[in-house]
């Protein structure tokens, strides 16, 4: 639902007075996707569309995209970028697809295997792909009033934008930095830098590029861009600070006024207990059985006991220090062993967390299952089939995981942290409400207790169907964040 003081904003702009938005990003769902940045650039412009807002995206034209989508782009133009000593080719080509616009940069050698290459080739992946716009956009059939950038990968522009390429740009165009991790900075030495963009040593300075001895891409992003986003409000609160910041609280507290945090939400027409293909039966707020259908299919095809009355905690997730796995091997065997509990994991990541619940999983035979790969349609099942959902994260900028999971009526229990303290609110047994459990302090323990909760609530039919009531009820809709950043967008213009 559009809120009525946001259709009166709508109603009194004309179609040529609403900004015209480029969408710089990494990756971009269903083209490619990693993580849940993919998931954002992916629903952002198909929100925005209704609105009355143009948003293009513009995103490297990687191997996955190309070995589906060859058959459909459209090659607009290629030019030659200059990066350091390297002259490359790049090519703009245009993919229509579901009625947005996409621009895929072309380059065999930066995106012809995988998204991110790691080290300092993954620098000069994305100093070609910061380029390769800056150079592109001139040309292109489209000229954006914001150009909205996307994590480290792209933070370079607004500084490029407004030195190197000053008087080359559209006059007043404006550019918006949205953080979607701010653990992910794109440092590297000066040297390197330098070399690949031909910045001026004046900016090496913690005015300006540096941090903690590096050349910084974000860092640059937060001193030169318009205005900043992230993706919570509680997330926009934590990075001001020396525990989350991850050395940039100073910058963001000097930018405390252009810094705001919008929820994201989820495609509610890919998550949708109600029309998803990948699971066996559908269901939703009023027929709960095919959630039964589907814990049965996911034991069974899980390789675990199938029993309804057992309850299922999953983990959908990458699997890193970020997400909490030291606290899952802290307390995985005692809660295994003393409780009738089942526990499924989809996810990957570091060799070390693999290979913890590869060994756990023989361990516990029927009762734990590790699934290690990524798989989309999986995910769907094991959202649809579980019962509860843990994302203990250490921080967690705004997290999908749990938003999902609510929709398929799989209760969170997570710690409260960015935005998935924005979204879980913890169950209240005297007024009934709230739509999962949360915990306060990074603690292996403190996640205990909130398991044994969530299990002591399984056991109660009346607080479980509530809890599910609630939490399919609650409205993740992509809607509202896409409201907020229009909001933003005109306050930029
Ligand atoms: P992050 O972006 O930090 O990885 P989010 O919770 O914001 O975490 O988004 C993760 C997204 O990726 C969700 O849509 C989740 O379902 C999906 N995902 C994570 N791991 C896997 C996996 N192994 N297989 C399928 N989907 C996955």
Redesign the pocket.
Known sequence: MITKDFQQILQSKNREEMPKVLLAASECAPLSKT???A?VIGTLPKNLKPMGIDARVITPYHRVIKNKYASQVEHLFHFYVDLGWRHEYAGIEKLELDGIIYYLVDNERYYGHQIYYGGEAEGEQYAFFTRAILDAMPQIDFVPDIVHCNDWHTAMIPMLAKTQYQGKMQENCRYLLSIH?IAFQGKYHFGFVKDIFGIEDRFYSPDYLELDGCADFLKAGCVFADKISTVSPSYAQEIRTPDYSEGLDSILNDRADDLIGILNGIDTDVFSPEKDTYIPTNFDREHLEGKTDCKKSLQERMGLEINPDIPIFAM???MTEQKGFDLIQCMLDDFMQTENVQFML???GDERFENYMRAAEGRYRGKLCSYL????E??HLVYAGSDFFLMPSRFEP????QM?AMRYGCIPIVRETGGLRDTVIPYNRFTGKGNGFSFTNFDAWEMRDAMRLAISSYTNKEIMSRLIDNAMQADFGFRRSAEEYVRLYLNMI
Do not use: H, Q
């Open positions: 993580g849940g940045l998931d991790n959908v997730t990458r989809l996810g990957s790969g990524y798989s989309e999986t995910a705004c997290g999908l995981g999902i």
